[in-house]
């Protein structure tokens, strides 16, 4: 039998999702969550194969909690569904170590199938994201790849209007740390303001609507 963990801030999806997983035989949801915190109390509290993650948030970021959740067991399968089709997530949820990564263009059964080789240890990409992610090794301009996961998850925050004491509170990090972070983000991706920032991020895709 493979416990699945849910995180995902809408009721709606999560009930959805828990009663296409509990149809299955070999499969059943022992815990939900919409935040990284109440993920982690979940994890705590149950024995979890797999934790079924959204990346979009709204306390705190889904990239963060798949951090959080590999801290405190190393073992646990994460496999990413979410809405974000592009390339930049996928390669940054790869690296905070989800194993998975599907987007919610998926049929359901693509999700059951996926959840299945996580348990087994395997990597999961789905075709769309497969293409995206081909494309996009072939490009010049790849200094979005050159940022860490959380270095990543403060740039998509930022560019998505939320200010630094905001992201800071999200992230369990300090003002001063956030800040620094973006000085160290610009430095990287080459722009020297927010403008510039807002520039790149539409030009690589990242300014989307939840």
């Known amino acids: 039998m493979i416990d699945i963990l849910l995180l995902?801030?809408?009721?709606?999806?999560?009930?959805?999702?828990?009663?296409?997983?509990?149809?299955?035989a070999d499969m059943r949801v022992v815990a939900e969550a919409a935040?990284?915190?109440?993920?982690?109390?979940?994890?705590?509290?149950?024995?979890?194969?797999?934790?079924?993650?959204?990346l979009s948030l709204q306390q705190g970021s889904g990239m963060e909690a798949i951090s959080r959740l590999l801290a405190r067991q190393t073992?646990?399968?994460?496999?990413?569904?979410?809405?974000?089709?592009?390339?930049?997530?996928?390669?940054?949820?790869?690296?905070?170590?989800?194993?998975?990564?599907?987007?919610?263009?998926?049929?359901?059964?693509?999700?059951l199938a996926a959840v299945r080789k996580v348990a087994q240890g395997k990597r999961v990409l789905s075709p769309d994201m497969a293409e995206l992610l081909?494309?996009?090794?072939?490009?010049?301009?790849?200094?979005i790849s050159r940022l860490t996961?959380?270095?990543?998850?403060?740039?998509?925050?930022?560019?998505?209007?939320?200010?630094?004491?905001?992201?800071?509170?999200?992230?369990?990090?300090?003002?001063?740390?956030?800040l620094n972070y973006l000085s160290t983000i610009r430095q990287k991706?080459?722009?020297?303001?927010?403008i510039g920032l807002m520039q790149l991020a539409i030009r690589h895709g990242l300014v989307l609507q939840r």
Request: aromatic residues 4%; hydrophobic residues 40%.
């Open 75 to 111: 073992d646990l399968g994460i496999l990413v569904f979410t809405m974000h089709q592009h390339a930049g997530y996928a390669r940054q949820a790869f690296r905070a170590g989800a194993q998975g990564y599907l987007t919610k263009h998926a049929d359901p059964t693509d999700m």
């Open 149 to 178: 996961p959380r270095e990543f998850d403060i740039l998509r925050l930022a560019v998505a209007g939320d200010p630094p004491a905001r992201i800071a509170d999200q992230l369990h990090l300090s003002t001063k740390t956030v």
């Open 8 to 24: 995902d801030d809408h009721a709606v999806v999560r009930t959805g999702y828990r009663r296409l997983i509990d149809a299955e």
């Open 189 to 194: 991706l080459e722009v020297h303001n927010d």
């Open 134 to 143: 081909a494309n996009d090794s072939l490009e010049a301009d790849s200094s």
């Open 35 to 54: 935040c990284a915190d109440e993920a982690c109390t979940a994890l705590r509290l149950n024995r979890v194969d797999v934790a079924v993650v959204d």
